[in-house]
């Protein structure tokens, strides 16, 4: 639908993340990472360089170990495509307390922006209703995007959004990529000094 | 094992995975699986989550203990196969990661297409930086996954502990002679 308005990826993930509140973020390698980069590092970020098609599974893992705390999974329509499956795995477990969000360029932003699936036409958030995950129409406006906003700090998901964004990049803002300090930090902020 | 007899390796596994404070089970499922997975399923402290694929396992795993939860994989040796790149996820974050690994492509196997990645298990797993530990009898099977899960989590260590297709019995199929 090229007539159809879309967003900006850094001014949607900043309203996302605006007023965080308790909500824990795992970001999908590439874009998404430097996205939520952008808009000021948090200890309770956990940043993916890799493990592409992973990110909806470790925050569905997270999701459950946090049962009280919101968990939000923000990637590419890339990643999650790779990852699609996932979307069963959490329509099959139903936890109340994680969200995905879905930066959708229908490109892969990273490699040369060569189109993804999306760009032809599949509909990402038919495929999460179908896995019996509460959706919105793709998000297009910064309307749906303050709705959205609100409901990633609530926990009576799950809950699948799919941001419809400009494929323009922007300059890359790149956060630590030390895997094994990103991951002591992380659980320092959500489980305390380790013994 | 013979018809009827009802093997307690399974329970024995699954004490160790109670004893080890183990909370989340993530699986593709193994016939040699199915009665560790229904102990797990009924385990009012233990969430076991069905895969479509074991790479997602790697990653749920990777998030549970992101989250201050211990899990353990289950699996057939043909899943290895599809975890590969996801393990660069737990080396690269020195994570623990424990699989439990049902061999599938050995001792009698009638299907020719489990052989391939049945073979070439123990070396992938290897080559991905996974201790692995083989258990030919049942009584090594419960000692080696207490000795894994001890290791990886005090350590921040991946591990494998493969149960051998003769441990597990080979599957039966009607069309064989």
């Known amino acids: 639908m090229p007539d159809s308005p879309v967003l900006d990826r850094r001014e949607a993930v900043a309203r996302l993340l605006r007023d965080r509140g308790e909500l824990l973020v795992v970001t999908g390698l590439g874009s998404a990472t430097y996205d939520v980069a952008a808009c000021g590092d948090d200890p309770r970020n956990f940043y993916l360089w890799g493990a592409m098609g992973g990110t909806a599974a470790l925050a569905l893992g997270l999701a459950i170990a946090r049962p009280d705390t919101p968990v939000l999974a923000l990637t590419g329509d890339g990643d999650m495509l790779m990852g699609i499956g996932s979307l069963a795995t959490i329509g099959a477990r139903q936890p109340k307390n994680l969200s995905v969000v879905v930066l959708d360029n229908e490109r892969y932003g990273e490699t040369g922006a060569q189109p993804t699936a999306t760009a032809h036409g599949v509909d990402l958030v038919a495929m999460a209703r179908a896995c019996g995950i509460e959706a919105p129409d793709d998000i297009r406006d910064m309307n749906g995007l303050g709705t959205l906003a609100e409901r990633l700090r609530r926990t009576d998901g799950p809950l699948f959004a799919n941001i419809k964004i400009d494929p323009r990049e922007h300059p890359k803002v790149l956060p630590a990529r030390d895997g094994a300090w990103l991951r002591s930090r992380f659980r320092e902020a959500v489980l305390g000094k380790a013994p | ?177």
Not at chain 2, 42 to 53: C, I, N, Q, R
Not at chain 2, 125 to 135: F, I, P, T
Not at chain 2, 161 to 168: D, F, G, K, W
């Open chain 2, 1 to 177: 094992m013979s018809g009827g007899e009802v093997a307690a390796w399974p329970d024995a596994l699954f004490d160790v995975l109670v004893a080890r404070d183990v909370r989340q089970v993530a699986y593709v499922p193994d016939a040699g699986h199915s009665r560790l997975i229904e102990c797990c399923e009924a385990h009012p402290d233990m969430t076991a989550t069905v895969l479509t694929t074991e790479e997602e396992g790697v990653a749920l795993l990777a998030g549970a203990w992101l989250g201050g939860d211990r899990g353990v994989l289950l699996m057939q040796s043909s899943g290895v196969g599809n975890c590969v790149n996801m393990f660069t996820l737990i080396e690269n974050c020195r994570m623990p990661l424990v699989a439990l690994v049902t061999m599938r492509g050995e001792w009698g196997e009638f299907n020719p297409w489990q052989e391939p990645m049945g073979r070439a298990t123990p070396d992938v797993l290897a080559r991905m930086n996974l201790q692995v530990h083989r258990a030919d009898t049942p009584e090594d099977a419960a000692p080696m996954l207490d000795a894994a899960i001890r290791q990886s989590f005090d350590g921040f260590s991946a591990s494998a502990v493969l149960l051998s297709q003769r441990l597990i019995g080979r599957k039966a199929f009607e069309a064989e002679r």
